[in-house]
């Protein structure tokens, strides 16, 4: 009964992110009235539309480039940030509510198991109001003021929004990484080509297609700290991707956790803390450990005056950081490697049985075959598509850097204060660039109406996208949506559409495993049998994995 409940509730917060947070209602009724805004101005000019997908406020602005990007830049005190944010994107918020909410009603249409979730984040969320700093909860009060007015009967708006920033948090913690396998690294003097240090990431948090459409790169400056840049959607003021205007860049990557009892400070709120308040890797440690977080994390840091990356590594019950020695290259999938948690029972069983030690491995292997390290040669490890050593393992194993499902690829080059952010789809469209010394520092010189990017410097998309390949691999991703609804309700399905599953991806062992699962369900158990032996001859993506592939042969064996 217990398994059922975790797998319920893993489905149900994963598969919709953000949403399952939005239903946490039922908090403390004085939340909002216990924040004193009094010392803030409370209202902004109106918000003005230059056209369908231009708006300003003042000299503040969102705008969508031609690559699909929307473009964000506030400034003003933690009110006004939230409001002019609230104001400007609230079309993109909107849209974002809407789709969790569909989510929801499709993944769990019980209207009895929807409350009984209600009540179980509402009491999981309690304290989390008393772990977000007094100047986060005045920029979640003005974003909350243009959240959509349609599910106030799910939860006040305020609460709604505060508890959107621990989606990545308990979204890992419910579901053990299926869905945030992330990779980072960087390489710094003799690994790069001018010997500065550059950094690249794919965030591959996957709540959906739909969820991944309105990417935002957004580029604050607050009254107080330093002006930053992060790559976020509607609704968000936590950094998951971001640098600062002192050449200090900020990533997430989840680690492995305990299912938490209660909920702490979002991990997005930590990391954006650093960037607003932090200019080297000493004091992003400080202010890592002056916060407790409810799930572990890996906080990757670059540091433009420290000229090199550094991990941060933070858990509920431990803190560590690491950094490399005699090395000029630094790398982390999803498993801490610091001393602090060299002991750690559950990080050595995620680094055997996950494919986080195989992504290091092939992060490793591409960085030695790659003499001197730039932001194209970044951008191509990042879309790497393939094994080690090479090996074909199917398009979408998560083994893969690519795993074809990354919200978003980013490459960051403190030194120079240049950031290059991936276009649609995944981290294979166009990366396009932004110098932060031009957006920061010379703001006077930009206009609404026109890019902020550094155009002549961006990263052409992917030819991959122009391939019979690519066009193969997106209807294996609908055939296979199709094949595994029919498996969950007992339907029928041609055994052709099997087939053609197999030979749209021939590589993956996925599209094999479900031709199995099938056909052992019907009772076809010898087709099963040699469906389930030829998946065994692919790259499983986990230990867990191939232990079922195999308990399904020897179930059919023994019969």
Known sequence: MIKKIKQFLAQAVISIGILTLVLSCGVSKSLKENLDVSQYRTQIPERVQLNDTTFTISDNFLRKNKQGLWELYVSGNPLELGLKTGSLTQELFNEQEDIFIKKIDELVPSKGYQKLLR????????????????????????????????????????????????????????????????????????????????????????????????????????????????VTWGGMIGVVSGMNDQGLSV?????????????????????????????????????????????SESIFVGSAKDKKAAIIEVSPQNFGVYEVENSNQLICANHFQSAAYME???????????????????????????SKVDPKAVVGILRNKEGLDDKKIGYGNEKALNQLLAHHGIVFKPEDLMVWVSSNPYQMGEFVAYDLKKIFKDKDSIEPTNTIATNNANISADPFLDTDTYKDYERYRALRNEIEAAINHELAIEQAKLQQLIALNPNFWEGYYLAGVYNYEKGYEALARSYFLAAEKKEITTVPDRESVARYIRKINRR
Not at 351 to 363: D, N
């Open 119 to 230: 009540k179980f984040l509402a009491w999981f969320n309690r304290k989390m109001y008393l772990n977000i700093d007094e100047q986060f909860k005045a920029e979640l009060l003005g974003v909350s003021k243009y959240a959509s007015p349609h599910y106030d009967y799910v939860a006040k708006p305020y609460q709604r929004v505060m508890y959107f920033h621990g989606a990545h948090d308990i979204g890992h913690a419910l579901q053990d990484l299926a869905l945030v396998g992330c990779s980072s690294f960087a390489a710094w003097g003799n690994q790069t080509d001018d010997g500065k240090l550059v950094i690249g990431r794919n965030f591959d948090f996957y709540a959906g297609d739909d969820f991944a459409k309105n990417k935002i790169v957004a580029f604050v400056a607050p009254d107080k700290g330093h002006a930053f840049m992060s």
């Open 251 to 295: 990533t997430i990557n989840a680690g492995k956790s305990q299912f938490p009892l209660i909920a702490k400070t979002p991990v997005s709120l930590v990391t954006r803390e650093i960037l607003q308040y932090a200019a080297t890797i000493e004091e992003a440690i400080a202010i890592a450990k002056k916060r407790e977080v409810f799930v």
């Open 344 to 370: 750690d029972k559950k990080n050595q069983k995620h680094i055997l049985e996950s494919h986080s030690q195989y992504r290091y491995e092939r992060m490793e292997e591409l960085l030695k075959e790659t």
